[in-house]
T-cell receptor, first 113, second 115 residues
Framework: DPKIIQKPKYLVAVTGSEKILICEQY?????MYWYRQSAKKPLEFMFS???????DNQTASSRFQPQSSKKNHLDLQITALKPDDSATYFC????????????FGSGTRLTVL | GDSVTQTEGQVALSEEDFLTIHCNYS??????LFWYVQYPGEGPQLLFR?????EKGSSRGFEATYDKGTTSFHLRKASVQESDSAVYYC??????????????FGHGTILRVHP
């Protein structure tokens, strides 16, 4: 059974719309993250949360807003979508927010038309 | 800023061939180095890590040695199998990332092993 669930697996949106990417982890971890993988670019760190508090934000745009309603949830709200936002978004978690093993979900592939 | 360079974008081998994927890094301080592997339709998963100079990480026949002098962490395997076909990522976590969980990844190397 997958321990990190990301929903939906595929998502198509129109320019200017808003979408929420869902992530739940059942590993009992205290830290959660979002990474983005765009075409021709490496996996890119976006956010990290520890005990539901923001630890680091490397996303320049305020259109990307993480939302943590529970310790094992970290959703990603994206507003005013642009074609450049097309990417696969990976949620990850770890026991703590240190440089240890990150466990990744299988990703949400977002296409913005 | 930190960076990770993987020389090979794609590698095609036959089963039982020797594999080398080159990884060089640039970071301040003393980063922790990682190799991750990603299979189709899945997220990356940790292969192994190393935290200090000359430390060897290994898993499933893959290995890499942390070399601070040459700022390298090359991935090697003596005899690859078809099931090793995947994308391999070298990554690092610097001293700041050690407190936030931020990893800096290379572009990845696609490995295809033919029977």
């Amino acid at each position: 059974d997958p321990k990190i669930i990301q929903k939906p697996k595929y998502l198509v949106a129109v320019t200017g719309s808003e979408k929420i990417l869902i992530c739940e982890q059942y590993l009992g971890h205290n830290a959660m993250y979002w990474y983005r993988q765009s075409a021709k670019k490496p996996l890119e760190f976006m956010f990290s949360y520890s005990y539901q508090k923001l630890m680091d934000n490397q996303t320049a745009s305020s259109r990307f807003q993480p939302q943590s309603s529970k310790k094992n949830h970290l959703d990603l709200q994206i507003t005013a979508l642009k074609p450049d936002d097309s990417a696969t978004y990976f949620c990850a978690s770890s026991q703590s927010n240190s440089a240890e093993t990150l466990y990744f979900g299988s990703g949400t592939r977002l296409t913005v038309l | 800023g930190d960076s990770v360079t993987q020389t090979e974008g794609q590698v095609a081998l036959s089963e039982e061939d020797f594999l080398t994927i080159h990884c060089n890094y640039s970071a301040s301080g003393y980063p922790t180095l990682f190799w991750y592997v990603q299979y189709p339709g899945e997220g990356p998963q940790l292969l192994f890590r190393a935290s200090r100079d000359k430390e060897k990480g290994s898993s499933r026949g893959f290995e890499a040695t942390y070399d601070k002098g040459t700022t390298s962490f090359h991935l090697r395997k003596a005899s690859v199998q078809e099931s090793d076909s995947a994308v391999y990522y070298c990554a690092l976590s610097d001293q700041f990332g050690a407190n936030t969980g931020k990893l800096t990844f290379g572009h990845g190397t696609i490995l295809r092993v033919h029977p």
